[in-house]
């Protein structure tokens, strides 16, 4: 599941050795592919800290990046990158432990809570899916503590 390097393991047999972030990485964990082989997944950096990637064989591995304030940040494997390149988690803030859902498109990373209307009953905590319309899963939490799962739908 996990060591100094991410493979893909081709059709062919053969296998690419998907490389590492900058940084000292310790392990790294391949976890999603879509139908265009571009790979998520995430590494432990010698500093301690959780980084998620994205792998293509344009660019190569890419740091997905971190919420402010993050310690961990991770794409959680099956589903969280599309065959658009957009790829979903959470991050995991160092100081009071708050988990947020991210989507990270175009290169950047965004908090999904950002993006939903500031009245909505849930504070999105993680998200597990994204399909090739751009919809995300995930679970959320109302403000008495209750987990309950999510539908998000661009517009």
């Avoid at 900058?22 to 301690?48: F, H, K, Y």
């Avoid at 790829?87 to 995991?92: E, H, I, K, R, T």
Wanted: charged letters at 15%.
């Amino acid at each position: 599941p996990g060591g100094p390097h991410a493979v893909l393991w081709e059709r062919d047999g053969s296998v690419t050795n998907l490389g590492s972030l900058p940084g000292g990485v310790m392990n790294n964990v391949a976890g999603s592919i879509n139908n265009r082989g571009e790979v998520t997944g995430t590494s432990v950096l010698s500093d301690g800290t959780v980084h998620s990637f994205v792998w293509t064989r344009k660019s190569g591995m890419k740091d997905v990046g971190t919420l402010p304030g993050a310690v961990v940040t991770v794409t959680p494997c099956c589903g969280s990158i599309n065959d658009r390149g957009e790829a979903v988690g959470f991050s995991v803030d160092g100081t009071t432990g708050n988990s947020r859902a991210f989507v990270w498109q175009n290169g950047e990373i965004t908090d999904l809570n950002s993006l939903i209307p500031a009245d909505s009953p849930l504070y999105l905590l993680m998200a597990n899916i994204v399909n090739s319309r751009g919809e995300i899963v995930g679970l959320g939490l109302t403000s008495t503590g209750e987990v309950h799962g999510f539908l998000a739908k661009p517009i």
